[in-house]
């Protein structure tokens, strides 16, 4: 990827430039997305994994953080603050 490039000049309105772009930034997403997938150690929603395939517990979820540090990724945690509605709540019963 390092070694791919656009010809020099104005980049406004160079297509191949924008194209160079968004194919760096597709990379670097897809590498994050992968190195958070393969940290997980569940199955939820649309991530499910044959080697652990049983959920955690909702109420002790964690955010999968995903960081880049002198090229390579950090992967941590964080919880999830649930502000709105905990697991088992429901915002239905206080709208009726």
């Known amino acids: 990827m390092a070694r791919s490039g656009a010809p ?6 160079n297509l191949t430039w924008m194209d160079r ?3 760096e ?14 940290a997980r150690t569940d ?3 649309a991530h499910f994994r044959e080697d652990f395939p049983e959920t955690s517990d ?3 979820s964690r955010y999968t953080v995903v960081r ?8 941590a945690t964080e ?3 649930f502000t709105r509605v905990r697991p088992g ?3 239905l019963d206080e709208a009726a």
């Open 89 to 91: 709540q429901s915002l």
């Open 43 to 45: 199955s939820r929603g």
């Open 68 to 75: 880049e540090r002198s090229g390579a990724l950090q992967v």
């Open 58 to 60: 909702l109420a002790t």
């Open 21 to 23: 772009l968004n194919l």
């Open 25 to 38: 930034s597709l990379v670097a997403v897809s590498r994050a997305i992968c190195a958070a997938a393969l």
């Open 79 to 81: 919880p999830v603050a």
């Open 8 to 13: 020099d000049g104005d980049r406004r309105y």
